[in-house]
């Protein structure tokens, strides 16, 4: 038997859904893969198993006009790489909204230009070219 990545599940006849960097790859019954940015992801339902009634995973993604991804579960025994699923997701999803684009930082050098710009263009007098370019230096 296949050893289960923790971050894989499988449905019936072959279905798979798993985990790779950013994205859910999703291998439909009839074989046809489909790969989810995990940024795309709107929306994580999971459906336990419930005695013999089959549970699901369901991502909801926006796209031209609202679609889904379904995986059926089919046993409880596929419901903790599910729930692993879920849980990568939320927590990629929160890492990327906290995550702040990294400035560069802006020399002294370029500022000089800028303030040097400002000047010649008549935006800044002498006197508050001189006090901004001080300031500058001495920093």
């Not at 940024?39 to 994580?44: E, L, T």
């Not at 596929?78 to 802006?106: D, G, H, R």
């Amino acid at each position: 038997m296949e050893s289960r990545n923790p971050l894989k599940i499988f449905g019936k006849k072959s279905e798979s859904l798993y985990v790779e960097g950013a994205s859910i790859i999703h291998t439909a019954k009839n074989g046809r893969i489909t790969t989810i940015p995990i940024s795309s992801i709107q929306q994580v339902i999971l459906h336990p198993p419930n005695g013999s009634f089959y549970g699901g995973i369901v991502l909801t993604t926006a796209r031209w006009m609202e679609s889904a991804t379904n995986v059926q579960l089919l046993n409880l025994d596929e419901l903790p790489y599910a729930q692993n699923i879920q849980k990568y997701i939320a927590e990629f999803q929160a890492n990327a909204s906290t995550a702040q684009p990294a400035t560069p930082p802006i020399s002294v050098a370029d500022e000089l230009i800028k303030l040097k710009s400002l000047l010649d263009d008549g935006v800044l007098t002498q006197e508050e070219f001189d006090k901004k370019k001080s300031k500058l230096l001495d920093s």
